[in-house]
């Protein structure tokens, strides 16, 4: 089946610090990868998507890259800011199921 | 206003009794979905409609019911509600499936007290 592992949470880093959040999957197919945030009191938003093998999405400052071999979608950007505080969560489309499938999402906190 | 609207934004609830959580968008998008947001489970999709009377289980569908009249609401409604299904609810819709790219409401947290 299709499912969406991501890193552990909280995540709490100074302003400034680089930043990691791991995503791995497991589908059949070639599915499309996504990164939603959810700021506090809202409903998710889409931060960035790919759509095949070593596409590269981004916004924001933030990146990731889908790389097949390895089954990931990690999440990184160089420095973050206070603003970037909310939970990050991956996620799959795979076509033939017709629905995204979510991570359990990480909740990042930036202290000033 | 455009966009997605869920309502109510807060509701409590008593054991066994019925209520409807709301969903309306305006964009005419044909996809729509319902996904409960608990601890460590992140979002579970509980029922999508690809379309106006056209609707199916997502992945967790028991206790809950979905109509969908008209393509730009979606109610979500809990026919005896239990305390397992406190949770924050979120309404989300999709212009085309291939895109995958869905847009969320604000949630609706509901509490069964």
């Known amino acids: 089946g299709n499912s969406v592992t991501q890193m552990e949470g909280p995540v709490t880093l100074s302003e400034e610090a680089f930043l990691t959040i791991n995503c791995t999957y497991t589908?059949?197919?070639?599915?499309?990868l996504f990164w939603y945030v959810q700021y506090p009191g809202e409903g998710l938003q889409l931060l960035l998507k790919?759509?095949?093998?070593?596409d590269k999405g981004s916004n924001k400052g933030f990146e990731a890259t889908y790389r097949k071999e390895t089954t990931s979608f990690h999440l990184e950007k160089g420095s973050v800011q206070v603003s970037d505080s909310a939970v990050y969560f991956c996620?799959?489309?795979?076509?033939?199921?017709?629905?995204?499938?979510f991570g359990q999402g990480t909740r990042l906190t930036i202290n000033p | 206003d455009a966009g997605i609207t869920q309502s109510p934004r807060y509701k409590i609830t008593e054991t066994g009794r019925q209520v409807t959580l709301m969903c309306h968008q305006t964009?005419?998008?044909?996809?729509m979905f319902w996904y409960r947001q608990d601890l460590g489970h992140g979002l579970r999709l509980i029922y999508y409609?690809?379309?106006?009377?056209?609707?199916d289980k997502g992945e967790v569908p028991d206790g809950y019911v979905v109509s969908r009249s008209k393509t730009e609401n979606f109610p979500l409604t809990l026919e005896s509600a239990t305390r397992s299904q406190t949770s924050v609810y979120f309404c989300?819709?999709?212009?085309?499936?291939?895109?995958?790219?869905?847009?969320f409401g604000s949630g609706t947290r509901l509490t069964v007290v």
């Open positions: 989300a819709s999709s212009e085309s499936i291939g895109t995958a790219v869905c847009t």
């Open positions: 589908a059949t197919g070639y599915p499309s």
């Open positions: 790919a759509t095949k093998a070593d």
């Open positions: 996620a799959l489309f795979n076509q033939g199921a017709q629905k995204l499938v």
């Open positions: 964009w005419s998008h044909s996809y």
């Open positions: 409609s690809a379309a106006a009377d056209i609707t």
